[in-house]
């Protein structure tokens, strides 16, 4: 079983930065994708982020392009997702989640159940 543990959330004013980190442990599949997700009160959930295996490929949502930046270290099992220039519209829980497949992570499609997120708020 995979188990997936998000921190680094909190609250912040605009144009103030975080850093998320998102650590998987247990029977992880040999090579997945990982990805970033976000759900503000009232909205579902949608994709952030995400990143291939290799990490070759890197794809945001537009909301956040330039803004926002994925890496992961395999070592760790771990991805992360820096966050500058934060707005309040970013003001959300955030989740991490993989998939064998980098585009599955795109439309949503994740192989976990999700976990706690961690919050983050940006103050305007």
């Given at each position: 079983q995979v188990q997936l543990v998000e921190s680094g959330g909190g609250l912040v004013q605009a144009?103030?930065?975080?850093?998320l980190s998102c650590?998987?442990?247990?029977?992880?599949?040999?090579?997945?994708?990982?990805?970033?997700?976000?759900q503000a009160p009232?909205?579902?959930?949608?994709?952030v982020a995400a990143?291939?295996?290799?990490g070759g490929l890197i794809y945001y949502t537009d909301s956040v392009k330039g803004?926002?930046?994925i890496s992961r270290d395999n070592a760790k099992n771990t991805v992360y997702l820096q966050m500058n220039s934060l707005k309040p519209e970013d003001t959300a829980v955030y989740y991490c989640n993989l998939d064998r497949e980098f585009y599955n992570i795109r439309r949503v499609r994740v192989l976990l159940s999700w976990g706690q997120g961690t919050q983050v708020t940006v103050s305007s």
């Open positions: 144009g103030g930065s975080l850093r650590a998987a442990s247990g029977r992880t599949p040999s090579t997945y994708a990982m990805g970033w997700f976000r009232g909205k579902e959930r949608e994709f990143i291939s295996w290799s803004r926002f930046t």
